[in-house]
């Protein structure tokens, strides 16, 4: 078997920047778009200062969470370790670079030029209108690799089956070749040199390996913490940053789905206890199909949305696709035919649609605060709460509910105090856990908020609404407003104002002269 | 090669046609002849048996010029066997020959020829300062003494900071002590030439790379004037001021800061639109500051002020 891998030699990377460009003409990438880049990383409090430099970029793992995730497989792996992604089949949805820890995918909507407007003759040669509108990243130099072995020649010895950064390094810190094979060059340098990758607990086995000193050298002790205090790194670019692929569109799926599922849910338990609740069955469906027509204004291919459906395997997406189409098919039938079976098989849709939806945040490895497992039921509770809250104002305000308002007062005050252990849980796991500073910052300042507005006003509300009947119908409104309004807005944050992605981190900082390697740095975590 | 990839952009020419018109239309056509057949082009156009030179007294075309080169050069490499000219290089992309790895370095040249170290003790030095001084005194000139003692064999320590500081205080009239800082530049790997001040790809690389753009200050001095991470400030000097943002770093001497580069000067596309602070304006230009090579350092006191925070 063949594995390509890549190594960078942290003692010996400069920072020159060649692979970078190297790399933006080899494969004619839009301005600002560097599938291989080299951090400019400094570490220390002065006077004691390191300054490293490290060359990113896909990683090319072994268990590739963008190939996980993809819902179109247009993301793939070859036998040979190669990710590669088929831009025919790509739908643009970004699932890939917020599932990527390495900030290593990008999408272009639109063609960009070095001087502006004006597209130069060069780069209307090699425009490749295929990229625009879809994920892409850095394929190793597939093309290059696959000419080579065609020709019998050695990817990562001869130039001409290697990579391009590998080629232009000016200091020899980067190579390339065949991890299987034990005499390879690579495989030699991995036996020579104390070594590590980066994220390599998050379990996606990375093709790329950074080496920090000789084997026979001296380390930093183990309990060396790692740097990552505000103020002791020189950080941009390196730490945490807040994800744009998924904007409030998105956020907006979650937003709908969650509510859209949540009421139906009750709207079918209303149905179960004969009272009608055609119309909030409708509004229920309305609420998704609103949500997934903001996320499909989002994506960048729209019209192959169909390639949403061509990973069930893995895909979360492809699931909630499924599932939301299941949910649609049922709940009109349901609504059609006024069957309660039918309402009861849609509430189950609905809510394999909202598990879904949580899994699909849970699965975005890149996004410290979406992959911890505790927001999948803090997904599905606040989904509920939110349909609660709705199915609360709508007992209210629509009378063939009225016989369901207490039921549902109550059921909203569990759900909501539900939902706020969960939500404490999940930010507890995340301050415990390790996150980025910045998450956490947001969350924290949103805590408060959402306590007082996601709990303990609508409990207050609708404790008063019980003691004065005079008033409580106007409570009760109030209090399902509430908790609602308070699901939306946590979910608006989560998905653009705390989504900062894993940033960069190396595990070990490289030997300097005849000294010992350094400790661990992190910028921008905060970490127990 | 001369074999571009695209036709000129716009009114972008050769650099050799530009250069062909400017030594036109100034009346150095013959001067600008003569320096690129002594190699001003690289390669020397004649040779123990060849001669490709230019004719002195006329303009030549591009081609003309890199087809003589190459002409030159085909000889050069080939001890005359070959004269290829700009056309095999179109094809072939390059010639090379034979240079063993020792000839790299200096040392066999050193001792090939006989020559001695010289350092630390530079009396060679010395001698020229005496012989410079003499020449200068005779013809009545002095104002160039101070930097005639630099001709030292075995140099002296010098209170440079000394120096800069009484030298600033003395022809601004100012107490040195309200600039606390010293402005430093360094060159950057990524505009390791002029020409690629022009490249929109280079400074998108060199965005990767900490302090191009802004002022590298010192964290915790920042601090202390109250001054974050790409903040607005003002750099003053006794001579001029300039604004950029502040770029904290912890490996930066907390009484220094550091502008990379100087693009302030640049009306070319791209480098002109730069708006990165430089350093140009707010160094004087003083004799007592010159050295003994007619340059100096750059180097000079400043203050710095927050304007706004980012």
Known sequence: MTRWVMLADLERCVGCQTCTAACRHANATSPAVQWRKVLDIESGTYPDVTRSFAPVGCQHCDEPPCMEVCPSTATRQRPDGIVTIDYELCIGCAYCVVACPYQARFKVDAPGFAY????????????DPHRLGVAQKCTFCVDRVDYGIGLGITPGVDPRATPACVNSCIADALHFGDLDDPDSNVSKLLREHRHFRMHDGLGTGPGFYYLYGRADGAVAPPQAAPISAPGSTRAKGVEPWLQSSWDWRAAANFMGGGAGAGLFLLAALAGLA?????????????????GLLCVWLEI????????????????????????????????LAAVWSGSRTMFAATALAGLGFLYCQARILAAAKGIPAWRDPRIVPLIMTTGLCEGA????AAAVMVSPLEPMRTAAAAGLAVLAAVRGVVWRAYLDSLESGGAPIRTLEVLRAFHLWFLLFGLLVPIVLIAA???TPGAGAALCVAAGSCAFAAGWALKLVLITRAAYNQGFALAHLPVRGSGAAGPSVKPGWAMQ | MRDPAVPPQGE???????ATELAKRTGLIEQYNQAINRGAAGVRLFGANYDFSLDPAKAHGVETVWNAVCRA????????????GLEYYRGHGFRVKSFPRLHWYLYPKLVSA????????????????????????????DWWDRQLEEYEALPHWRDLAALWEGALARHFHVAIEDYPFWLITARSMQYAWGGNAGIPLIRELSENVAGHGGIVMNAAAAARLGISDGDLVEVRSPLNHTRGRAVLCQGIRPDTLLMIGQFDHWATPVAKDFDAPSMNALMPMLLELTDATGSSADLVKVNVTPLRTS
């Open chain 2, 114 to 141: 006989g020559l001695r170290f010289e350092q630390p003790y530079q009396e060679r030095l010395f001698r020229i300062g005496k012989e410079l001084g003499r020449r200068l005194h005779e013809h009545g000139i």
């Open chain 1, 116 to 127: 502006g407007a004006v597209q130069l003759r060069s780069e209307s040669a090699r425009e």
């Open chain 1, 274 to 290: 004969g009272i009608p609740s055609d119309p909030l069955a409708l509004v229920a469906l309305t609420l998704v199909a609103a």
């Open chain 2, 12 to 18: 972008a020419r050769d650099f050799t046609w530009i």
């Open chain 2, 73 to 84: 050069a085909s000889a050069e490499l080939t001890d005359s066997v070959e004269s290829d």
């Open chain 1, 389 to 392: 809250g709705l199915f609360l």
């Open chain 1, 465 to 467: 609404a019980f003691m």
């Open chain 1, 300 to 331: 960048g291919r729209p019209w192959r949305f169909l390639n949403v459906l061509l990973h069930p395997q893995q895909s979360w997406m492809t699931r909630e696709s499924i599932a939301g189409l299941a949910f649609f098919a049922l709940g």
